[in-house]
């Protein structure tokens, strides 16, 4: 439990979980599309932020749109899915993930987490096409900045014939063997939402190698309008393209991509480091094949030093008990002293909207990601924060255990 002798003042500024980090170019590049007066969904920004990102990430095509969600339901679409198809998805995961599934009256069949990396299962994947053998289309997502088993989740698409789809969108510039995410899947997605790794305050790209699926999603983003001298239309439209305005805030971030890595790194390590000696372990993943983006560092608290903590739809208890805690104290806790920490993503099979969808784990009565749901936390990785100010998140942190 929180020990309240301690004698903490809370932080004058409130610490963020993950908030933009401007560096000046990007008002540059917005600053060139008034001058010109590219004010719309057109313009320099947009084409070269589309180049400099397939360039980045190693793709042919990149198509600018509105949110990394706009990106997911494109490739929903893409890959074909059709009102009562079912789609494998990872579990553990923003909504964002998923919801798309449903725009197309899809079905959406959970797979459970894997321990390593805290993402979609392999193995639990290759049980679920023995259960589902008709499936043709899975959307697996890399948590936090963390690859799945891309490799392994690629080779059971292969085998059964199915479309992988990568949400890339928390992951932009982490790699695997070598890599980069938001490649491994025939269409991908990445976020330019605030709070991810690079913004553009609101925004997000369809990646792909498959110029086909580039230019159909080009059309559908930008209402769907066929080549000819009227307004003449054959398929749905959406008003999904991203505007040249936030394109040049992208193309100043971009610039500073490596740097946001590097900085998010440190928190990491000096989270790792710092705690190293209390029952937690922080999100997992292989050095040897992979290098996340680290957009967020994330405790899991050890079984043992778990204090009593019940969830319902929308309250947490817990009962404090010496030398123990649980993720909702330590939120509160840190909430207390002005910083923001954020749950786990609750699962999608947990969630009131998706009772009543299929769950399949690796083994009978496993629940890999409700049990990371229940003792994980995200914590503070805002990378303005200073390392006084995280040593003082880490000192807080410790005081819960007392
Ligand atoms: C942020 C996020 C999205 C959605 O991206 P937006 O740009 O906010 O629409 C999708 N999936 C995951 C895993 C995300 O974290």
New binding site residues.
């Given amino acids: 439990m929180f020990n309240p002798s301690k004698n903490f003042k809370p932080f004058g500024n409130k610490i963020w979980l993950a908030s933009p980090t401007m560096h000046g170019d990007e008002q540059k590049f917005v600053q060139e599309a008034f001058d010109t007066n590219w004010v719309s969904t057109v313009g320099a920004n947009l084409n070269e932020l589309e180049k400099n990102i397939c360039k980045y990430v190693g793709c042919k095509y990149a198509v600018a749109l509105a ?6 339901h494109l490739a929903v679409k893409l890959a074909g899915v059709k009102a009562g198809d079912k789609v494998f998805c990872s579990d553990l ?2 909504s ?2 998923v919801n798309p599934v449903l725009y197309e009256k899809g079905t959406p069949i959970f797979i459970d987490s894997e321990r390593d990396t805290w993402n979609l299962n392999p193995a639990a994947l290759e049980r679920a096409f023995k259960i589902f053998p008709d499936v043709k289309v899975v959307i697996v ?3 936090y900045g963390t690859p799945a088993k891309l490799d392994e989740i690629q080779k059971v698409c292969k085998e059964h014939s199915a479309i992988l789809i990568e ?1 890339a ?2 992951s932009l510039g982490a790699n695997y063997k070598g890599q980069q995410t938001g490649t491994f899947g025939q269409f991908n ?1 990445i ?3 605030g ?2 790794i690079i913004t553009t305050s ?3 790209m369809l990646l792909t190698d498959d110029e086909k699926a580039a230019k159909l999603a080009r059309k559908w983003s930008t209402q769907s309008r066929e080549p000819a001298a009227w307004y003449q239309h054959i398929d749905i439209g959406y008003n999904y393209r991203m505007s040249n305005i936030v394109a040049g805030i992208g193309r100043g971030q971009l610039l500073h991509i490596q740097e946001h890595i590097a900085a998010k790194k440190k928190i990491y390590e000096r989270y790792r480091d710092g705690l190293k000696d209390l029952p937690v372990t922080m999100n997992p993943y292989d050095e040897k094949i992979m290098s996340p983006n680290f957009w967020l560092s994330c405790l899991l608290i050890d079984e043992k030093f778990m204090c009593r903590q019940v969830r319902s739809d929308n309250q947490a208890l817990f009962i404090a008990e010496h030398g123990k805690t649980c993720p909702t104290e330590i939120l509160e806790t840190l909430a207390k002293f002005n910083a923001e920490g954020r749950p786990i ?1 609750k699962p999608m099979h947990l969630q009131p909207i998706y009772y009543n969808n299929s769950f399949v784990a690796e083994n009978d009565g496993e629940d890999v990601g409700a049990d990371i749901f229940n003792r994980g936390l995200c914590l503070p990785s805002d990378i303005k924060m200073t390392e006084t100010q995280q040593d003082k998140i880490i000192e807080i942190i410790r005081a819960c255990f007392e």
Avoid: I, P, Y
Avoid at 67 to 72: D, E, I, N, Y
């Fill in positions: 949110s990394g969600t706009s990106a997911l995961t923003f964002a993930t997502a890399n948590l949400d969108a928390e997605a976020s330019f939402n709070n991810k609101g925004g997000g993503w």
